[in-house]
């Protein structure tokens, strides 16, 4: 089963959960931005959590389905259609062959995911199929989508089909149908064209002066143009150490708060490097990185403080209502 590109969107990349282990030899991890939407999307159509699906950038792709398949497509601010006809977001949609999904750009939100049950016939490298850009590592040939791509699709789960089976008696002749319920707003992350973002100190926060710091929390900081996968590199109040230091390279994760010697802080993301030299101000809590990677250019970035506690309640509520929606799926369609 294939996939037909007919044209890519903006940037539409190959992701999985990411490339681990390799980060001592200087590979770096790669995976989904919004790592909610990308397991949400996987879930709605009865994949594992990790496999492998679209990211669409700002303005997405439109693709051709040669034969039918279960889709679902996720992240706030997109619109769908289906041979024209408005398609929901956030739940699963059974495609009939012959039909094309077009995605729109988006109005508020960055990024967008669509996984397809069974997910992509990608090669593995190095235990991913996750794509890096700089690299061209992953992914399909480790590039972005172009036009006329031909994406193969592994055979639907289990789960899936029994999905598809319900969803084709109820499609007819029509180009797709849907299930009647979506993802709850309770459950996912607040979304927000200009969020709020909770960090904890970072291993040199203390390092920084008290204006510094006190603008950390007070300031309101705008998402640059050289932002991208990597790191997204903000302007505001300038943000600087009590004096100058000299650090060696040191390891940095998703969501570090690095600031180099202009006072601007840099949030690393999914592309981040392994190691960095930047004294590091912050660490952006695991839960409210979705929201960070939703924040178009020019969006308005606040910080708020938040302590190990609040971090480790908001992951592990994140990561219930993850395995929640898993099960629910389960229970209603085995």
């Known amino acids: 089963m294939t996939i037909h590109v ?26 989904p931005m919004d790592s909610f939407a990308h397991q949400t999307a996987n879930l709605l159509v009865g994949n594992d959590a990790k496999e492998a ?3 669409a ?29 408005p398609a929901p977001l956030w739940r699963p949609v059974y495609v009939n062959a012959g039909a ?4 729109g750009s988006s109005r508020e939100g960055c990024r967008c995911y ?35 791509d031909r994406l193969r699709l592994k055979d639907a789960t289990e789960l899936g089909e029994n999905i598809m089976r319900r969803l084709h008696a109820d499609a007819g002749d029509a180009a797709f149908q849907s299930v009647k319920w979506r993802v709850s707003y309770e459950m996912m992350p607040a979304y927000n064209p200009n969020p709020e973002i909770r960090v904890m100190p970072g291993a040199q926060s203390d390092l920084f002066d008290a204006a510094g710091l006190e603008a950390l929390f007070s ?21 600087y150490l009590r004096e100058p230091l000299d650090m060696l390279s040191e390891p940095v994760t998703f969501g570090t708060v690095q600031v180099p010697p202009d006072g601007n802080p840099i949030v690393l993301m999914a592309d981040r490097q392994t190691t960095g030299g930047y004294p590091k101000i912050a660490q952006v809590l695991a839960a409210d990185l979705p929201l960070l990677a939703q924040a178009q250019i020019g969006s308005s970035i606040r910080f708020r403080h938040a302590d190990l506690v609040e971090a480790q309640e908001s992951y592990l509520l994140m990561e219930w209502n993850l395995r929640n929606l898993r099960k629910s799926i389960q229970m209603y369609f085995f």
């Open 6 to 31: 007919r044209k890519p969107g903006l940037l539409t990349t190959l992701q999985d959960a990411g490339r681990y282990g390799y980060q001592k030899y200087g590979v770096i991890v790669s995976g």
């Open 53 to 55: 699906a679209l990211e």
């Open 57 to 85: 950038t700002l303005i997405g792709p439109t693709l051709y389905f040669a034969a039918p398949a279960l889709i679902a497509v996720c992240g706030p601010g997109f619109t769908a259609s289906i041979d024209g006809v």
């Open 100 to 103: 094309t999904l077009q995605l």
């Open 114 to 148: 669509i996984a397809v049950s069974g997910g992509f016939d990608a090669p593995e490298q190095l235990g991913s199929r996750s794509t890096y850009l700089r690299a061209g590592l992953g992914g399909l040939e480790g590039r972005a989508l172009k036009e006329g």
């Open 219 to 239: 300031a309101e900081f705008k998402v640059q143009p050289q932002s991208d996968r990597m790191g997204y590199r903000l302007a505001g109040q300038p943000l």
